[in-house]
């Protein structure tokens, strides 16, 4: 899922802190569980999503024991550099900001277009009130248009905004809008995209250099055989391939 956290001089310190290579001999996997279909919980309460098979995937092919957690969005960085898992598999775009905190592995995923999402066709998107998650790309770029940013903690509640008439629209990702427009007559998605960010990777602590390298080797492997343009088509139909 394509998103933005701001860098601060707590964050670096704390990098500086990490435990290098603390992960022994298991490796956890952080994510969301919250941002369809990238990762989510079912009905079990189990990880599931593009990114669930993908992890689990890199795991065997790295030859790594991994297990998953699950961290609400606006702390998942603090909390991995404090050292609470390994790496972050959540949808987090490959942003500048970002990599002044914390590494990145080999993109997984080409740059994903942006959607609207509204009740209304003829709604202003341009200086009208458009609800976004909190500490993503698309509330970052909101924030620099002539409309006014409404956020919130989860992707859910920012939909919700639209719904209820907080909000003219929703800017997110298109894999995650699609589906709710598709099951929900009474909602649209804007017919032009917005292209913004980069690729997804996985987060990682600065220092996990080994860790960093089995990972990019995996990917890797996953682009060169095939096996990762399948689960793209699997999962997100309408995303680029490699």
């Known amino acids: 899922m394509n998103k933005l956290i701001l860098t601060t001089a707590v964050l670096a310190l704390m990098a500086g802190a990490a435990l290098a290579e603390s992960h022994g001999s298991v490796v956890r996997l952080g ?9 989510f919980l079912n009905d079990a309460g189990e990880v599931d999503g593009f990114e669930r098979e993908l992890g689990d995937e890199l795991c065997l092919r790295a030859e790594l024991t991994c297990e998953w957690v699950t961290n609400e ?5 603090p909390n991995l550099v404090s050292g609470n898992y390994d790496a972050i598999i959540a ?3 490959v942003t500048d900001e970002r990599k002044e905190v914390i590494a990145f592995s080999e993109q997984y995923t080409l740059p994903d277009p942006s959607s609207f999402l509204v009740m209304n066709e003829a709604a202003d998107l341009t200086t009208g009130v458009i ?8 509330a970052a770029y909101v924030a620099s248009t002539g409309a006014t940013l409404l956020e919130f903690a989860t992707p ?15 800017l997110a990702d298109k894999s995650f809008l699609a589906p709710l427009a598709e099951a929900d007559a009474e909602l649209s998605l804007v017919a032009q995209d917005v292209m913004i960010g980069g690729g997804i990777g996985i987060g990682l602590r600065q220092s996990d250099e080994e860790l960093k390298a089995k990972f990019d080797a995996a990917i890797i492997s996953m682009k060169d055989d095939g096996s990762l343009n399948a689960l793209i088509a699997k999962w997100l139909p309408d995303a680029g391939q490699f």
Do not use: L, R
Not at 31 to 39: K, L, M
Not at 131 to 138: D, L
Not at 157 to 166: H, Q, R
């Open 31 to 39: 994510t969301e569980g919250a941002y369809p279909p990238y990762n």
């Open 73 to 77: 969005w606006d702390s998942i960085i």
């Open 91 to 93: 949808g987090m775009s």
């Open 131 to 138: 609800a976004a998650q909190a500490g993503t790309i698309q």
């Open 156 to 170: 859910d509640e920012s939909v919700a905004a639209v719904k209820n008439g907080e909000a003219d629209g929703v």
